[in-house]
């Protein structure tokens, strides 16, 4: 800034002669304006920032109140503010060339800026390292790697059991690695459960185990082991007796064959055991246990000494399925050509049953396929009907799309909510009376709701909220209780077994509803009597149960109970600044509507909609996996709705093809992460696949989109997002900001430019 | 202690921690019975720690002594490195590992959030809710109570305090013997190709059959009462509170449950005599057999002695785990030595802080336990070498040096404390000899924060900008380093300062001409591209301005150094966290360097204007605007407010394009993002009241704004830290 001048306020502002649209430029370009500006600028953000519920009464979240119409109102004002004042005031002379340039900057960097922001978009993707490709006879399945997912393979089943991220194994070259490893059980109609184990790109190594108790090999070159002649030995498919071993405990034989070489190793060796097989009862022999090794596996078992039609085989490890039904298993690449928006709602909708019998990996794919439909959401409202705020209680109403003649909209948006399933008295349900209860124990309360019985047809019922570790003994004392009372008014107090395995459990009568028409509990723990408490609506009951109070609250009696889908709206106390419209904690309601007709739904957000239903609640998949709701719509059938985000198309498809976290020393911690992946262009797909690496720090740059690691499991590794985004006016906008800097920098060397001062 | 008693090691703690707990009653709680604990001064009057401080001990991924696990225990616990009263960080774990059944019902720990205290004192005894609502102190007893656990967890259903309840839980953990224990990875022990693990206290267990013969032959010698039980046997017993987290009983009253129903029970018994050491050895080698030797049923169970026995077998040195095998008895003598020395050191410790054993006796204990852990590391670094693996790098030496540096902060600050008169006397008195002595303690005091810096860079192996701490102390170093070259600059003529400006031009070119022949990486040519130009820039901006206002920037950054030193101690290990770890995983190396130390370098150039402008404005009380010291102290206040608008815009732009490689946008409107274009829009705003203000109005409003930007910027550094929840938390 150059001091030696006067500056442009010391000076006549303008001339009396000054047209009036010089004058009016002149008042525009004033600093004082320029400095009002910046003071609205800097109140707007700071409230928005720093001020959150303050934004959160508006209903935005960041990005809609930064980039909203109030910023582009105020950056535009700038805008003007500094072309004006670069044309009518600050004069266009050497030493001001600094402050021309830096006006040049700003300008350029709210354009581009604005072009940033109006035409970016951004989204995640979920990669799943691999999925589980299984083939049976007449039945192949999918399966996602996440433990405890379930897929029908014909009349049978695979599950998904356990995933090893860092299994150590042998590998065949005697060095020990770390594999990223999944287990799958495989149930066949017929044959006992058996387990596959695969190991990442490494199929030459996929293994069968099983616990078996049969007297059938699963060796068929080996059909049994037994002990004669005080040795241990297999006997071949022709009778020919092998590994002839010792009997003594570690005892070993090792002979080489074609493909390997078998062993036969003497585990134990227990004498006296009583034997158990149909017709060797009542009497005792000398049991050997051993383990087979062959080229094609591994399986142990045990033999009595003299008896060798008592030979069993139990554990055995296979390098081919037990089951020859099973045609193939393995892991193979799941390619993905879909991503989500961040910042655009949407509705899917799928029927019924189409969603009952979608692929794992098809919905991956929706876009051509019929089977679902994205409902894109415009104009979602910045209030909701149940705030406390202004325009709580406008009506919305948004049609978004119609999906085989049903008409969907979008009646009712609750931000900052959470789906809830209360129980409420609906006109239309069958009459079946219910009590509403809730029992608070170790601080925790459960809501019971309770069928009420006749005084002559009721069971005691254990109430499981209070912590039982011990399953077994909850079982076993589960099966006791099948005691009922008497007929009589005054039940008996001896109902309740007396020696419990589990002084924690506490046992509570049905309630009952007297002939006066009170609601009546008996409460006690076992080896107690129980106690009857009256209980009328609205009261508190408090038991004692070992020194503590439990409370039992009698909420309400339901006449005609149906359990509702309703948002819960989440206390403004709870809410955090990063809580975002249209994220985790938001519902919409869906009302589809067919021949006049109409039916709504609560539909709470989901982050990645194509997920499959039925992944349960284990692993990360099961956490990212979708809430769906089913919707009947009179007249049309089911649907399934899913409140989510619009797809976005990458350019072609991408795979995960590994994960690595290098930790700290001698730690969890990890020091980094990174997925390597390969893609592919669409219509490329004889090509061969690029490959790449993307580091936190590093992302992969396809097109115009950018692939950037976001986030991952640390439990399975089995699953990474990407962000995925393209930056239009990447480059302008960098290089309007070294534009601006450049300014900046001439400004303050021709600032120190007047010279030496003593 | 008897030799058997020593090969158990890892049993040191439990039993005392649990038999004091409310299952017992205080009636049965032997420790009661035990003398007080001795003041802590007593106990190391005649001893010597700094052997033991410096033993390493491989924890949050990095290798640091004993002595910083310590302050980090503390620290957890109490919100400060040591339990007060003359302990020392390293007496204070000492006595938590040894003695925590003395402190059940001293207030040691704190709640650190006021709202906090004022909810969980709602459920706590009216005795001890006026010290919880004071000072936040609280007993481990009561911090461990249901009641509070209960109202935790309610309180973190219902309330968005995760934070607070974050820290009072991690309290909660940290006194928990098997929590820290299981921290305690002292002994380098080899875990094979996929393990770097060290093993802690736990780990080095003997078997289960040695383990459980011990304990009877104890029994045996002891008169079979509960007192003997708690005194003899609490580090024999088979399975302590850390054991219980290896072999994942479920929860403390499992083990409590185990303790006391089966071991106690077997205490008794063998007291008895019922078992001679053959039955004993029978016993432990099969557990299946305890109803054949007379043991008592079905208080002592076979199974739960068998289903103990399997746990325990997951213990142990494997022999796989070994690079040479040739090398096994040498690791077996050392582990050995190592577990005696450690049970030693456990026994001794105790014994000597109630007054049982003079403190000369300790020291022995305590030169052994480190001569121990001293072979094991020579034996580890082989095992390493043998592997092919490179040696580690242990810097425990320095490390300490450093603490005991950082203990001594103080001299640092006092200096700079002292700079300020002198500065200001010379710079507004135009006294030469009270500047030279001014900046002669400047100097002193950024001598003694470089020194910090480079040493913490080596023991962190990384820049040291990557928390709240780290980047107040190079701030301040920055604006110190800034005011020193300022005054250079306005002292030098303008041949000389064109001369080292020249000079420094061409040294970084042929330093660039090296790097880049070199192949030097990015993160070292960038910052000492930065580095030189900067300085130069100061330098000569400095010489432009000329010596009229010599004095004002070492005010400003003695000024500013005082307030971080005094912050950094004040907030000590509250929100500004002094302890070394590991950067997180986003934090590349290469934008330490890059984008934050030059976001660093534009905040201590707005601390430097913004405390210039708070002394112009002390100054104008006296001075007119146009007297000349007014007028040059201005001019360089409003320099130095240019160079950090422009140091802060590139900041800002570095920022902006790490943003889009690591989080694929440039800009997300992240809290500590706003903050710091507001901060810039102060400055924007400054330029336009320079240009719009009156002359003789000119000074006072860039000062207000600069202080202004200056407290803005404050704001984010602290508080959207500390406060607001965003994507710069580490920062």
């Keep these: ?758 | 202690m008897n030799a058997r008693s020593a090969r158990t090691p890892h049993r040191l703690i439990a039993l005392l921690l649990f038999l004091a707990s409310a299952t017992l009653g205080a009636a049965e709680t032997p420790h009661l019975g035990q003398p007080a604990l001795l003041p802590i001064t007593q106990t190391l009057a005649g001893i010597t720690l700094h052997g033991l401080a410096a033993v390493p001990v491989q924890h949050g991924g990095r290798y640091k002594p004993l002595f910083s696990l310590a302050m980090e225990v503390s620290d957890g616990i109490a919100y400060t490195t040591t339990f007060g009263n003359g302990h020392t960080p390293l007496t204070s774990l000492l006595d938590l590992l040894f003695c925590r059944a003395d402190y059940d019902l001293l207030p040691i720990a704190r709640v650190k959030h006021t709202e906090l205290r004022r909810d969980l004192s709602l459920v706590i005894p009216e005795a001890e809710r006026k010290l919880l609502l004071a000072d936040g102190k609280i007993t481990p007893r009561l911090l461990n109570s249901p009641e509070v656990r209960n109202e935790l967890e309610k309180l973190g259903r219902l309330t968005a305090k995760s934070k607070a309840i974050n820290q009072v839980q991690g309290a909660q953990g940290m006194l928990d013997i098997g929590n820290v224990l299981f921290q305690l990875r002292l002994f380098p022990v080899p875990a094979g190709a996929h393990d770097d693990r060290w093993r802690d206290p736990a780990d080095l267990g003997t078997d289960f059959a040695t383990s459980l013969t011990a304990f009877i032959a104890a029994a045996r010698a002891s008169d079979g009462s509960k007192a003997s039980f708690a005194d003899q046997t609490w580090s024999l017993l088979p399975i302590s509170v850390v054991t219980a987290t290896k072999l994942r009983l479920a929860n403390h009253q499992e083990l409590t449950t185990l303790n006391q129903q089966l071991l106690w029970p077997l205490w008794e018994f063998a007291a008895t005599g019922a078992l001679d050491d053959a039955a004993a050895r029978k016993l432990a080698a099969d557990p299946t057999q305890a109803k054949a030797l007379g043991v008592p049923e079905p208080e002592i169970t076979a199974d739960a002695l068998a289903n103990l026995e399997l746990r325990w077998s997951r213990l142990g040195v494997a022999d796989e785990d070994l690079a040479d095998a040739s090398a096994r008895p040498a690791w077996d003598a050392a582990i050995k030595q190592a577990v005696i020395a450690w049970n030693g050191l456990g026994h001794g410790w105790r014994a000597a802080r109630h007054g049982e054993l003079p403190a000369a006796e300790l020291q022995p204990r305590i030169d052994a336990f480190v001569a121990a852990t001293a072979t094991l590391l020579d034996l580890h670094a082989k095992d390493r070498a043998a592997r092919g693996d490179a040696p580690l790098v242990i810097t425990t030496a320095l490390e300490l040096t450093y603490w005991r540096w950082q203990g001594n902060i103080h001299w640092v600050w006092l200096s700079l404390l002292l700079a300020v008169p002198f500065l200001a006397m010379g710079g507004i008195g135009r006294q030469t000899w009270a500047l030279r002595v001014g900046y002669g303690l400047l100097a002193v005091g950024f001598t003694g924060q470089l020194l910090a810096f480079i040493v913490r860079a080596e023991l962190a192996q990384r820049v040291p900008l990557s928390n709240l701490y780290e980047s107040m102390a190079a701030a301040s170093l920055i604006a110190t380093w800034i005011a020193l070259l300022g005054e250079a600059g306005m002292s030098w003529s303008r041949r000389i300062a064109s001369i080292l400006v020249l000079g420094l031009v061409a040294l970084l070119g042929v330093v660039l001409v090296i790097a880049f022949a070199s192949g030097w990486p990015w993160a070292i040519i960038i910052p000492t591209i930065g580095i030189v130009t900067g300085s130069c820039l100061i330098m000569a901006l400095a010489n432009r301005l000329g010596p009229a206002a010599r004095g004002s920037l070492g005010l400003g950054a003695s000024l500013f150094g005082c307030l971080i030193i005094f912050a950094q101690i004040l907030l000590e290990y509250h929100d500004i966290n002094a302890f070394i770890s590991p950067a997180m995983p986003i934090l590349s190396e290469f934008w330490l360097r890059v984008h934050t130390s030059c976001i660093i370098a534009s905040y201590g150039l707005i601390a430097l204007g913004g405390l210039m402008s708070l002394t112009y404005l002390t100054m104008r009380i006296w001075l007119p605007w146009n007297d000349p010291r007014s007028e040059a102290w201005d001019r360089t206040t409003f320099a130095i407010d240019t160079v950090a608008m422009l140091v802060l815009w590139v900041g800002l732009v570095l920022g902006a394009v790490w943003a889009a490689v690591s989080w694929g946008r440039p800009w997300g409107w992240d809290p500590k993002e706003v903050f710091a274009l507001l901060t810039w829009v102060v400055y924007i705003g400054l330029v336009h009241l320079r240009v719009a203000m009156p002359a003789k109005k000119r000074g006072l409003a860039t000062a207000w704004v600069a202080l202004a930007a200056f407290v803005v910027m404050v704001f984010n550094w602290y508080w959207v830290n500390v406060q607001l929840a965003g994507l710069h938390s580490y920062a």
């Design chain 1, 1 to 758: 800034m150059d001091e030696s001048r006067p500056t442009s306020a010391d000076a006549p502002s303008t001339t009396p002669t000054a047209s009036p649209g010089r004058r009016i430029a002149r008042a525009i370009s004033s600093p004082w304006v320029s400095l009002t500006l910046l003071v609205i600028v800097f109140l707007h953000q700071a409230i928005g920032s720093a001020l959150y519920t303050v934004r959160q009464a508006f209903e935005v979240n960041e990005m809609e109140w930064f980039n909203g119409p109030a910023s582009l109102l105020l950056w535009g004002a700038i805008c003007i503010c500094l072309t004006t004042a670069s044309v009518v005031r600050v004069p266009w002379t050497l030493r001001k060339i600094g402050t021309h340039i830096t006006h040049l900057g700003v300008i350029l960097l709210v354009l581009t800026c604005g072009i940033y922001f109006g035409y970016k978009h951004e989204g995640d993707a979920l990669l799943v390292r691999r999925y589980v490709k299984v083939e049976a006879e007449g039945a192949s399945c999918r399966l996602l790697p996440n433990p405890g997912y379930q897929a029908a393979l014909g009349a049978g089943t695979a599950t998904v059991q356990m995933i090893m991220p860092r299994w150590t194994i042998l590998s065949p070259a005697g060095k020990s690695e770390q594999v990223w490893a999944i287990l799958v059980d495989i149930v066949l109609p017929g044959t006992p459960k058996f387990t596959a184990t695969l190991i990442e790109d490494r199929p030459d190594l996929t293994q069968y185990t099983l616990d078996v108790r049969e007297s059938k090999s699963l060796f068929p070159e080996y059909p049994t082991v037994v002990v004669t002649e005080g040795r241990l030995h297999a006997v071949t498919a022709d009778g020919k007796p092998v590994l002839m071993t010792a009997l003594e405990a570690g005892a070993k034989t090792v002979e080489a064959v074609a493909g390997g070489e078998r062993s036969l190793e003497v585990r134990t060796i227990t004498a006296d055991v009583p034997l158990q097989a149909d017709g060797f009862q009542g009497r005792n022999g000398t049991m050997v246990t051993w383990t087979l090794k062959t080229p094609a596996g591994q399986q142990s078992g045990s033999s009595i000494v003299g008896e060798p039609t008592l030979t069993l085989f139990q554990s055995a490890r296979l390098k081919a399925s037990p089951d020859p039904r099973l045609k193939g298993i393995a892991l193979e690449p799941a390619p993905y050509q879909l991503a989500y928006h961040k910042d655009r709602a949407a509705v899917w909708v799928r029927r019924e049953e189409a969603a009952l019998r979608r692929d794992p990996l098809q919905p991956m794919r929706p876009m051509g396929a019929d089977a679902v439909v994205a409902l894109p959401i415009h104009g979602l409202p910045r209030y909701f009907e149940h705030g406390e705020f202004f325009n709580a209680k406008k009506p919305l109403d948004l049609a978004i799309g119609t999906v085989n003649e049903v008409a969907f909209r979008v009646t009712a948006f609750a931000p900052y909510a959470r789906i809830t399933h209360p129980w409420r008295d609906v006109a239309d349900a069958p009459l079946d009376p219910r009590l509403d209860l809730v029992l608070t124990y170790d601080g925790k309360s459960e809501p019971r709701l309770l069928p009420p019985s006749s005084i002559d047809a009721v069971e005691t019922q254990p109430m499981t909220w209070v912590h039982c570790p011990d399953q077994a003994a909850y079982d076993a004392v589960m099966a006791k209780l099948k005691a009922r009372f008497p007929d009589t008014a005054a039940p008996a107090p001896t109902i309740v077994p007396e020696e419990g395995p589990n002084p924690r459990l506490v046992f509570i009568t049905s309630p009952v509803i007297t002939p006066e028409r009170t609601v009546q509990l008996w409460v006690g723990v076992p080896g107690t009597k129980l106690h009857s408490h009256p209980l009328v609506p609205g009261s508190t009951v408090e038991v004692d149960l070992f020194g503590q109070v439990l409370p039992i609250r009698l909420n309400q009696i339901l006449q005609r109970p149906r359990q509702v889908t309703e948002p819960l709206v989440v206390p403004s106390e709870q809410r955090t600044s990063r809580m975002s419209v249209g994220d985790a904690e938001s519902l919409i309601q869906v009302t589809a509507t067919s021949g006049g007709r109409s039916t709504s739904v609560w539909v709470p957000y989901t982050p990645f909609p194509h997920l499959p239903r039925d992944l349960g609640n284990e692993g990360a998949l099961g956490m990212y996996g979708p809430r769906p709701v089913m919707i009947d719509v009179p007249g049309a059938g089911r649907f399934e709705l899913c409140y989510g985000k619009e797809p976005l198309r990458m350019p072609g498809e991408i795979w995960m093809t590994g994960f690595d976290v290098p930790r700290r020393p001698g730690s969890n911690s990890p020091s980094e992460f990174f997925c390597h992946v390969a893609y592919r262009k669409d219509g490329e797909e004889a090509a061969t696949p690029q490959t790449a690496t993307i580091h936190m720090n590093h992302p992969l740059a396809w097109e115009d989109t950018f692939f950037f690691q976001a986030s991952w499991d640390p439990q399975t590794q089995a699953l990474t997002v990407l962000g995925v985004g393209n930056r239009p006016a990447g480059t302008a906008m960098l290089i309007a900001s070294i534009v601006l800097a450049l300014g900046m920098a001439i400004s303050g060397a021709m600032a120190a430019l007047p010279g030496r001062k003593s």
